[in-house]
């Protein structure tokens, strides 16, 4: 077993953070390697696909669930096959004088894990560094704003 983290101050509001974090079916906007649909009968299921961002191809996909969902401060998915490999991505917020401080984990456990263990961590380091910075950059779009704001008191 074992975890990564990566600590980043994103420059937008806690609110606006979390409603994109939460949005499990715009996941493909912002994170280069992971693309989630939700499902419509059972809210903490979720299929997950994982791909190259250099290609267009998927790698492989899986079943997922939704493990921890504490409003505006928590949230995890986590796909796998218990005992085996378990991979958890989770994300922390806090409200900073800056915007949002996300704190962003990736947990790997099983067999599996101890396995690669090196390696797997190395690369699950690099690969939250930039997601993390896939996510501020997505941000700092003007799409962000408009999508995710509320459209009380719009002229035509």
């Known amino acids: 077993m074992f975890t990564v983290e990566n600590t980043t101050v994103l420059g937008a509001p806690l609110a606006r953070v979390w409603r994109l974090i ?4 715009r996941y493909r906007d912002w994170h280069p390697y992971i693309t989630l649909k939700s499902d419509p009968v059972d809210p903490r299921k979720l299929s997950c696909t994982y791909r190259n961002p250099d290609s267009a191809a ?3 996909s899986a079943d997922g669930y939704v493990v921890r969902l504490d409003r505006q401060a928590d949230f995890a998915w ?4 218990k005992g085996v490999l378990q991979i958890e ?3 922390h917020l806090e409200k900073s004088d800056q915007g949002t401080q996300l704190t962003h984990y990736l947990f790997c456990t099983g067999v599996g894990s101890w396995l ?7 690369a699950f380091r690099r690969s939250l560094v ?6 501020a950059i997505y941000l700092q779009r003007g799409t962000t704003i408009s999508r995710y704001s509320h459209r009380v008191g719009r002229r035509h």
Do not use: T
Not at 78 to 81: E, S
Not at 130 to 135: A, E, G, H, K
């Open 78 to 81: 986590q796909l796998g096959i």
């Open 89 to 91: 991505e989770s994300f």
């Open 22 to 25: 939460v949005d499990l079916d």
């Open 130 to 135: 930039r997601i993390d910075d896939s996510l």
């Open 116 to 122: 690669g263990l090196a390696v797997l961590k190395r």
């Open 58 to 60: 998927p790698l492989f």
